[in-house]
């Protein structure tokens, strides 16, 4: 069956226990989707909708498809190094690794990973792509072919680098670009890739990748440009303390500072961790819209610390979840990252922190919010696209008398379904885009070639 043919048909979910995130919870109801949108959901037996294929979710919990607004696809190849060491370390040891990346192994990586995404229940992904070594291949085309293969929805942000350590930034200069180089292929890539359209399957964000990679005029032309082109602003902000001792030791104030100077705080930004803020900073983000990615286990990998989520959301302000690259969050998912971020507020802040709600509140329709997309995802209702996860909660599951509790206190469950856009991405567990023997091979090959390309 096309593409084209199976969004466009009709598929009726019955017999569902649907958290909605916007609106009540129905204990037992149906969905109903349409050419890729949803057209009616409610309590009871679903109307008679001819020629509509009948899915009966007995025992399953229906939920918005997760959205991933943290992401270094590539990472895929280069997962267990570095176990023990900080950000700078971490990334020190890994730029040198990373400066050989091609488009075959960032394809093969971007494969494996996305593939690994839907499995776990995310619908969408952003990627923060920010390394693009000289005459390798065209590493930007080869994660959104990837991305295309799988079936997600796909953000992909062009990243940069274009202060190298001769100009008192982190990286080698070996994989910095030049300024004026890298604004004008980010706006040929904008005008190559972004779609607008309201069942966007590609968008494009512009995202230089941190204050300490990255020059002042670098980040302010890149926030002209995308609000020149009405694209996404991201970067990395307040990850460690290090990046905050490193921001105040060279240009005398703190990441939120800095990015408040440089035109970088409003609602068509957000940045992956957040995790060292100030009660001020927390203001500025609620007043401003700016969006957090809030990325648990890359944290807690890293030791880098624990994001105010539950402060950031009782202010008020944005908070999306991420699951980052995969070399300092070894195959994490985002349904796990939901538990991860429930129970790291609690661990802090009490048992009444972050409720199971809020978390699978903040990995959906929060992350739609980040990537200005919660008016067509992130939530259940007639008229959005169908991105739409079917988790069994039967079985052992049985036992918890609440499917979101089940799903978000326990490990992630199998799905039954994964729709994006209608459109069947896994079944009964299985990826049905592309085989996932395959995909998993990719990743594996991607990893072997970038570290024999290391030892040439
Ligand atoms: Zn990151």
Redesign the pocket.
């Known amino acids: 069956m096309t593409e084209r043919t199976e969004s466009a048909r009709r598929i009726v979910i019955e017999n569902a226990y649907l958290a909605p995130v916007v609106g009540e919870e129905i204990e037992n109801g149906y969905l109903i989707a349409e050419n890729g949108r949803i057209t009616a959901l409610g309590a009871g037996t679903a109307p008679r909708t001819e020629g509509a294929e009948r899915l009966d979710a007995t025992g399953c919990l229906v939920t918005p498809g997760l959205v991933n607004t943290?992401?270094?696809l590539y990472q895929w190849a280069t997962q267990g190094l570095y176990q023990d060491s900080t950000l700078f370390e971490w990334l020190t040891g890994l730029y040198r690794t990373w400066s050989r990346l091609d488009a075959e192994i960032t394809y093969g990586a971007a494969t494996a990973g996305l593939a690994w995404l839907a499995t776990s229940g995310a619908t969408t992904s952003s990627d923060?792509h920010y390394i693009f070594p000289k005459g390798r291949g065209d590493l930007f085309d080869a994660e959104v072919r990837a991305a295309a293969e799988v079936g997600l929805r796909f953000h992909p942000c062009r990243g940069s680098m274009d202060r190298g350590q001769s100009d008192g930034g982190l990286p080698p200069d070996e994989v910095v670009e030049k300024t004026d180089e890298i604004l004008s292929a980010t706006a040929e890539t904008i005008d190559r890739y972004h779609d607008p359209a309201f069942d966007s399957m590609l968008r494009v964000a512009v995202a230089p990748c941190s204050p300490f990679s990255v020059t002042e005029t670098l980040m302010r032309e890149s926030a002209v440009l995308a609000r020149d082109k009405g694209v996404r602003l991201h970067t990395?902000l307040a990850?460690t303390l290090d990046e905050e001792q490193h921001c105040l030791e060279q240009v005398g104030c703190t990441p939120v500072e800095y990015m408040e100077k440089l035109g970088w705080l409003g609602d068509d930004v957000w940045f992956?961790?957040a995790v060292h803020l100030h009660d001020k900073d927390i203001r500025r983000f609620a007043d401003t819209g700016s969006g957090s990615a809030h990325?648990p286990s890359?944290n807690a990998r890293l030791g880098a610390g624990i994001a105010r989520v539950s402060d950031l959301l009782a202010a008020g302000a944005p908070v999306g979840l991420?699951v980052?690259?995969a070399a300092?969050s070894e195959l994490t998912s985002m349904a796990g990252e939901m538990r991860q971020a429930m129970l790291f507020q609690r661990a802090v802040h009490g048992p009444q922190a972050l409720t199971a709600r809020q978390a699978l509140r903040i990995a959906t329709l929060g992350g739609a919010r980040n990537l200005g997309r919660h008016k067509e995802i992130g939530s259940l209702e007639p008229g959005k696209l169908a991105d739409i996860a079917v988790w069994r909660v039967d079985g052992f599951r049985a036992a918890l008398a609440d499917p979101v509790c089940a799903l978000v206190f326990g490990p992630t469950p199998p799905l039954a379904r994964l729709l994006v856009g209608g459109r069947t991405v896994v079944e009964n567990d299985e990826l049905r885009t592309v085989s996932p023997d395959a995909a998993a091979r990719a990743g594996a090959a991607a990893r072997r070639r970038l570290l024999a390309e290391e030892d040439r």
């Open positions: 943290h992401h270094h923060h990395h990850e992956a961790h990325c890359s991420g980052d690259g300092s």
